[in-house]
């Protein structure tokens, strides 16, 4: 049975950081890109970022880039998300997603249910 179990998210101040962390199984993590998205109240789901199956790829949504990393251990069966710079509009619930290949453009088949990141000054 595939799961992913999302955990790290939490109340941050403006400027602060969170590691927000996916724990997988029931797959073999590197065969398969992951990606993180999020959705804030009111909002639709936006894709935050994407890593390759072999982390030599990575994508990044315009509204996080230069301050998001998302990074990969296969040998933990985990991805991670850093937030760095946190704004108050990150404030979201974030899901951890597994892709149906190895490589980002693929669709997201597989959901976490999600952590809550606040960001509140």
């Known amino acids: 049975q595939v799961q992913l179990v999302e955990s790290g998210g939490g109340l941050v101040q403006p400027g602060g950081s969170l590691r927000l962390s996916c724990a997988a199984s029931?797959?073999?993590?590197?065969?398969?890109?992951m990606a993180w998205f999020r959705q804030a109240p009111g909002k639709e789901r936006e894709g935050v970022s994407c890593i390759s199956s072999s982390a030599d790829t990575t994508y990044y949504a315009d509204s996080v880039k230069g301050r998001f990393t998302i990074f990969r251990d296969n040998a933990k069966n985990t991805v991670y998300l850093q937030m760095d710079s946190l704004k108050p509009e990150d404030t979201a619930v974030y899901y951890c997603?597994?892709?149906?290949?190895?490589?980002?453009?693929?669709?997201?088949?597989?959901w976490g249910q999600g952590t809550q990141v606040t960001v509140s000054s």
């Open positions: 997603a597994k892709k149906s290949s190895s490589r980002c453009g693929f669709t997201s088949h597989y």
């Open positions: 029931g797959f073999a993590l590197d065969y398969y890109a």
